[in-house]
């Protein structure tokens, strides 16, 4: 008989022969690696919806702020309404099925374009968003905490920190997709001009064109994933076995223990202003460069992809410093700086703004698996409807970008930058209260 990765008696051996715990289970180290490719797919969709903010009112003729801001309604709209759906496939058939059913459904969602771009119709994209994004949020309500049940509770935020790293790697992808294929081949404005209707509708056509393409190879992308899962034996945590067990409580009661659990209440309304501040200030550091600074459309998307890249190698640095330093203490550390970033961009409408624009996303590289797992600590049995609760708060991103656009339709895209200072300074008071109270188990790691 075959023995699977599941079979083997050392998948729950969390510590090494110095007593330290592993950062991931010794037979789950090619599952995570599989999950790892999911975090880079995600944010490939994830950031190309940003650059997307922009596209939309460059093609759609008279479109203002808000309504542009509405694919991101539409986008993370999807990720608040199936992520109690996803948290139901998790308890009932566990996280790989989650995966598997939010790559699905993704994919789906990428090949819808394909129709939208055909018939020049808003509405039509917005639907394909929101099923993208109706994949994704499953496959991320599944996939984080699949990461952090991969080894022992002492790692759980390291471990999805690394995990979360390889996410701003596929958004930096989303991004050159965005800022190489699309808007530097989009027909200008001043081309239009002159433009009989027939001619409009065909300018229209290939700009459309050009967006299809990105989301299809991100579908195809999702399909190959999704394969390599399904045909991957023995991925599963030994967490799941554990709640499975006869004696094992189910879901009854789990949202008033949830509701009375302060770290994870107040971590869910953190994770939102948290999410709504990365969303707003990636959907409008182009706008920023064009409107603000006076830069073209193609060096503006260039300053986007900075931002991310940034983004990146923020974050391993931030899971290396993990190791040394308290997760909350580090978070309040890094939201300070984002507040005082996002208001220089405020107070300094030239480059100089721009730059710290741009810097907001070292900041924004800690916040959502350190919050994540901060607020997923202790929670046991509840952790899938716990995380469940996480991804809902992605709403933040749908409520707030909207928000932000009304705001710079009012008084200019360098005041909009309120928004997410006033986001991050929410994110600073959830880090507050993390160190200044006392919870049940103790501290994800030991101060230095």
Sequence with gaps: MTTTDSDRPDVQDGRRADGSPRLVYPALVVPFVLLVTCFAAWGSAANLTDVLVGVFRKIFTGMNNFQSGLVQFAYYGAYFTLAIPAAFINKRYGYKTGVLTGLGLAAVGGLLFIPASRLLTYGLFLAALFVLAAGLSILETSANPFAIAMGPEETATRRLNLAQSFNPVGANIGVLLGAALILPNLTQEEDKAGLSPEQLVASQERDLGLVLGPYLGIALVLILIWLLIFFRKGMHSPVEDVEAAP??????????????????????????????????????????????????????????????????????????????????????????????????????????????????????????????????????????????????????????????????????????????????????????????????????????
């Design 247 to 448: 004696g094992a409580q189910g879901s009854a009661g789990v949202l008033g223990r949830l509701v009375r659990n302060g770290h994870y209440r107040w971590g869910v309304v953190a994770q939102f202003f948290n999410v709504g501040a990365q969303v707003c200030t990636w959907s409008f550091t182009i706008q920023y460069a064009e409107e603000v600074v006076g830069w073209s459309a193609g060096a503006a998307g260039w300053a986007l992809q900075a931002s991310l890249l940034l983004f990146l190698f923020s974050r391993f640095l931030m899971f290396y410093l993990l190791g040394r330093i308290r997760p909350t203490k580090l978070l309040l550390v890094m939201a300070v700086l984002g507040v005082v970033l996002a208001l220089v961009g405020v107070l300094s409408p030239n480059l100089v703004g721009l730059v710290c624009v741009v810097g907001i996303s070292l900041s924004l590289s800690l916040m959502f698996p350190t919050i994540y797992g901060v607020a997923l600590q202790g929670l046991g049995e509840d952790t899938k409807f716990g995380a469940a609760g996480l991804v809902m708060a992605i709403l933040g991103g749908a409520l707030l970008t909207p928000v932000m656009g009304a705001v710079a339709d009012a008084g200019g895209f360098a005041i909009a930058f309120l928004v997410p200072a006033v986001a991050l300074a929410a994110v600073a008071g959830y880090a507050l209260f993390d160190l200044t109270t006392k919870r049940h188990s103790e501290a994800l790691v030991s101060e230095v």
